[in-house]
Structures are given as structure tokens and as C-alpha cells.
């Protein structure tokens, strides 16, 4: 079946370090997206990439990152540097805007709940 | 800039009464609007879209929404609401727009509690 996983389904992070969320679809998507989710805020953009090695800064971009060496994944890192990292993310993924008749409709995975100790 | 709001962080209904979740987008150029459930700890599953054509769109599990250009709104409905619609919704709105890459815009969502 196609779809998007994301691994680990829950992460604990000490203070001070890094840590990195993995991302993987199967459903051959150009784009791929990572948001970020707290409680009365919905969804934040983070990072998002068109295509393979090439990756655009959302709106919260500061203290993490991403590579997008492959098609199939897209994982973030979360930094020492991301001041208040508590929170659930989300990984999607899209067709063209050209085959999707421009409706940027996403995909989403389960989900990561990072939790900073 | 587009922005959306949904009105209404937490809604209560009865079992089998009437569901009706609100959104109003602001867009400078003709929207595709979206409605997604998330249920706890879990990914967002799509449940309708609006892109052209017919301005009543009608989705999964029963629901509905309705493209008011004239009032900027989206809301969603579902006639008989079951204890299974209990979730989080989110309404979104993007640029219709060919080509590059629209921006998908997020409401802050509605929480939807059903009694028995």
C-alpha cells in the first residue's frame, strides 16, 4: 500500500541535543513538507521541497533543517538551537500542482510527537 | 496574503444531531479550499476539497461543505453527527494558481465533541 510513515512514533530529547525525524513515502510525490503542530495553533510550515536537493525555508525554519537527498524521504533535524522543540510533526507530501489540477491537495503521515526532557 | 479562520475552537453536538463547522478564508485570487480530520495522535486524513465546478462539494463519512464566494465561507456540515466524528478539523485554503508551488494555508481547527 502506498502512503507516508514517519519514524519514531514518539521521541524524547534531552536538552541541548539534536535530533532527527525520519520521512518516507512510496506514492512517487514530487513534493514533500514538514509542519509543525501545537495545541489552539494548527499547523506551521517548516521546511517544504519541490524536488530532489533542493529545499525552501517555511515560516518557523529557525533551528531546524532538512536534506532531501532522495526522492522517497525528507527528514528534519531537530537542533540544539530550536529553543521550545515540544511538539507533534507532521510530514506530507503532494503531486505536481500540473497533475493535481493545481489544488496542492497533501498527504500526511502519522506523525512524531517529540517530547524535550 | 490568504488567511483562514474557523470559528469556534471546540464544538459540542448530540449524537444524531446536526454538525456545522464554520470557515471563512480571505484570498486576492479564486481559492481551493480543503477540510481535513485528524484524529488524536494521528496524521490529517482529507476529507473534501473544493477546486471548480460545483460549489457543493461532498466528502467522506457524510459530510459536506459549501463554496460561498459572495460571504468568503467553507462550512462544513454532516446531518447526523455518529460518536465516531469526534476529531479535530482543520480547514485550509491555497492560491489557484498554475504552476510553482501554492502555499497551503491552515486554520487553527475545531474540535468536535459528540455526546451520546
Known amino acids: 500500500d502506498g502512503g507516508i510513515t514517519q519514524s519514531p512514533k514518539y521521541l524524547f530529547r534531552k536538552e541541548g541535543q539534536n535530533v532527527t525525524l525520519s520521512c518516507e513515502q512510496n506514492?512517487?510525490?514530487?513534493?514533500m513538507y514538514w509542519y509543525r503542530q501545537d495545541p489552539g495553533q494548527g499547523l506551521r510550515l517548516i521546511y517544504y521541497?519541490?524536488?530532489?536537493?533542493?529545499?525552501q525555508k517555511g515560516d518557523i525554519a529557525e533551528g531546524y533543517s532538512v536534506s532531501r537527498e532522495k526522492k522517497e524521504s525528507f527528514p528534519l533535524t531537530v537542533t540544539s538551537a530550536q529553543k521550545n522543540p515540544t511538539a507533534f510533526y507532521l510530514c506530507?507530501?503532494?503531486?505536481?500542482?500540473?497533475?493535481?489540477?493545481?489544488?496542492?491537495?497533501?498527504?500526511f503521515g502519522p506523525g512524531t510527537r517529540l517530547t524535550v526532557l | 496574503a490568504q488567511s483562514v479562520t474557523q470559528l469556534g475552537s471546540h464544538v459540542s453536538v448530540s449524537e444524531g444531531a446536526l454538525v456545522l463547522l464554520r470557515c471563512n478564508y480571505s484570498?486576492?485570487?479564486?481559492?481551493?479550499l480543503f477540510w481535513y480530520v485528524q484524529y488524536p495522535n494521528q496524521g490529517l486524513q482529507l476529507l473534501l476539497k473544493?477546486?471548480?465546478?460545483?460549489?457543493l462539494v461532498k466528502g467522506i463519512n457524510g459530510f459536506e461543505a459549501e463554496f460561498k464566494k459572495s460571504e468568503t465561507s467553507f462550512h462544513l456540515t454532516k446531518p447526523s453527527a455518529h460518536m465516531s466524528d469526534a476529531a479535530e478539523y482543520f480547514c485550509?485554503?491555497?492560491?489557484?494558481?498554475?504552476?510553482?508551488?501554492?502555499?497551503?494555508?491552515f486554520g487553527a481547527g475545531t474540535r468536535l465533541a459528540v455526546h451520546p
Open positions: 506530507a507530501s503532494s503531486i505536481p500542482l500540473a497533475l493535481a489540477g493545481g489544488s496542492n491537495e497533501q498527504f
Open positions: 506514492l512517487n510525490h514530487d513534493a
Open positions: 521541497s519541490q524536488i530532489v536537493n533542493d529545499f
Open positions: 484570498s486576492s485570487v479564486p481559492p481551493y
Open positions: 473544493y477546486t471548480t465546478g460545483a460549489t
Open positions: 485550509a485554503v491555497t492560491k489557484a494558481r498554475a504552476g510553482g508551488y501554492n502555499k497551503l494555508i
